[in-house]
């Protein structure tokens, strides 16, 4: 495919881009915006197919593997987009541009799409944050889930924040958008125990039954779980807090989550 140089930071292409930060049209729209080499990387290394058109300017450039992904857009048939340097500097979102960056092709997963496996599955009740939302994709990557639901008014994993939380992670995981009572559905069909959490649970993260498949439910940063999902739940653990503060961060309390889930899926039990 011909590489096409673009100059000035005010062309129809370059505003195009821009628009991809805003969250309506990114919706609206079957691309999205990554940037950073790493980040590139990562989508060239899940899924070259998945890129639709790699960005560069050659004036920024510094690393020889960034140099590499060119060649590699090129053996692929991926579009390369070249720029000026200030005219990547007017679509990047980094305050020393690395000079490389990609539109990439939303991927959508079904319930269809998910093994019934031993292991971990995540589920995510109306997300806001776009770094708590990547964040917590990196983690479930870390302990190796099934698969993450994103349940109710999340925010969209290919929201630039959470693209550059996930460290790349969003193009390994299979992510699945459903409404809680699709979601709840699969879940009792698949026989999966669901482990919730909130801070008045009678039960320690510690002491929770943790079978070897399981889906650990997580609410949303400003109200938590509803009563009406707590009760849904199979069991809900309580994270300790044991000074002035009540809660954690969401993308923290997962982690501590899904590794006591991951720990004990592996052997290693609460000694009393």
């Known amino acids: ?5 673009i100059q000035s930071p005010g062309n129809a292409r370059i505003k195009e881009i821009r628009r991809l930060r805003e969250r309506k049209y990114l919706k609206d729209s079957p691309l999205f915006y990554m940037e950073g080499t790493r980040i590139v990387g990562e989508a060239f290394r899940a899924d070259p197919c998945a890129v639709e058109t790699l960005i560069v300017a050659p004036e920024l450039i510094r690393s020889d593997f960034a140099a590499d992904l060119v060649g590699e857009a090129a053996e692929n048939g991926i579009e390369v987009l070249t720029l000026s340097a200030a005219a990547f500097g007017s679509i990047s979102i980094k305050e020393n541009p690395q000079g490389i960056a990609a539109l990439g092709r939303k991927r959508s997963a079904s319930f269809a799409d998910l093994a019934i496996e ?10 806001a944050d776009p770094g ?20 109710g008014d999340s925010v969209s994993p290919y929201d630039i924040g959470a693209i550059r939380g996930s460290m790349g992670a969003v193009f390994t995981q299979k992510i699945v958008t459903a409404a809680y009572g699709a ?25 929770v039954d943790i079978p070897d498949t399981a889906i650990v439910m997580m609410g949303s940063e400003r109200e938590g779980l509803t009563g009406a999902q707590i009760a849904d739940c199979d069991a809900v653990a309580r994270i300790p807090m044991l000074r002035s503060c009540d809660s954690l961060n969401l993308a923290v309390a997962a982690g501590v989550m899904l590794y006591q889930a991951y720990n004990v899926q592996r052997g290693y039990h609460l000694r009393k």
Not at 1 to 5: A, I
Not at 118 to 127: E, I, W
Not at 132 to 151: H, K, P, W
């Open 132 to 151: 708590n939302l990547g964040t917590m994709i990196r983690t479930a990557d870390a302990v190796d889930c099934r698969g993450v639901f994103l349940i």
């Open 1 to 5: 495919m011909d590489n096409v140089f």
């Open 118 to 127: 031993p292991g971990l599955y995540l589920a995510l009740n109306s997300v």
């Open 183 to 207: 979601f709840l559905d699969w879940k009792r069909e698949n026989g999966i125990r669901l482990i919730g959490t909130d801070d008045s649970a009678a039960s320690d993260y510690l002491e």
